[in-house]
T-cell receptor, first 114, second 113 residues
Framework: DQQVKQNSPSLSVQEGRISILNCDYTNSMFDYFLWYKKYPAEGPTFLISISSIKDKNEDGRFTVFLNKSAKHLSLHIVPSQPGDSAVYFCAARSSGGSNYKLTFGKGTLLTVNP | DTGVSQDPRHKITKRGQNVTFRCDPISEHNRLYWYRQTLGQGPEFLTYFQNEAQLEKSRLLSDRFSAERPKGSFSTLEIQRTEQGDSAMYLC???????????FGDGTRLSIL
């Protein structure tokens, strides 16, 4: 049972426009969410995160929004650049217990066209 | 700043052979994680170390898998009697504390012939 879902396998946008990547989760115990970017032949690179006590976190061109009641989060990239083309993974974790392991979605391949 | 280092980057072996992977976390990161990623999926948690103690193992980690982290520094993941289904990318991540995001290495890609 997928606890973190990224329902769009791929997304294509024009350079300079906004990219919106979506993520849904089912586990109410998740209280911290992260986005990772992955280029081919490299490991995931941390991008931005948000705690469940917030509904928005911004870092430069990247903003993550969290809607706890809908169990939904989204990553906005504005403006999109060709170098943003990569697979984006949504991940979640629970503070319950002590291991803080991450649960990942299947990823969304973003292609930014020049 | 040295990131998480994994060795080898790619391992090709015949079914039934044993393989061992190594992960060197970022210096002073006491929390170390192993994940496995198969084609079209996100990384899946395998096991977690805090210092030298292995504190959790996923049910994905069958008895053919063993992981160690002697002295709380580097970690090794061994797979005995490899099977076709073991073909995957094995990722290692480390973090200094629960409040910090995990930083990943570039992974070891295992191919079983």
């Amino acid at each position: 049972d997928q606890q973190v879902k990224q329902n769009s396998p791929s997304l294509s946008v024009q350079e300079g426009r906004i990219s919106i990547l979506n993520c849904d989760y089912t586990n109410s115990m998740f209280d911290y969410f992260l986005w990772y970017k992955k280029y081919p032949a490299e490991g995931p690179t941390f991008l931005i995160s948000i705690s469940s006590i917030k509904d928005k976190n911004e870092d430069g061109r990247f903003t993550v929004f969290l809607n706890k009641s809908a169990k939904h989060l989204s990553l906005h990239i504005v403006p999109s650049q060709p170098g943003d083309s990569a697979v984006y993974f949504c991940a979640a974790r629970s503070s319950g217990g002590s291991n803080y392991k991450l649960t990942f979605g299947k990823g969304t391949l973003l292609t930014v066209n020049p | 700043d040295t990131g998480v280092s994994q060795d080898p980057r790619h391992k090709i072996t015949k079914r039934g052979q044993n393989v061992t992977f190594r992960c060197d976390p970022i210096s002073e990161h006491n929390r170390l994680y192993w994940y496995r990623q198969t084609l079209g999926q996100g990384p899946e948690f395998l096991t977690y170390f805090q210092n030298e103690a292995q504190l959790e193992k996923s049910r994905l980690l069958s008895d053919r898998f063993s992981a160690e982290r002697p002295k709380g520094s580097f970690s090794t993941l061994e797979i005995q009697r490899t099977e076709q289904g073991d073909s995957a990318m094995y990722l290692c991540a480390s973090t200094p504390s629960a409040a910090q995001p995990q930083h990943f290495g570039d992974g070891t890609r295992l191919s079983i012939l």
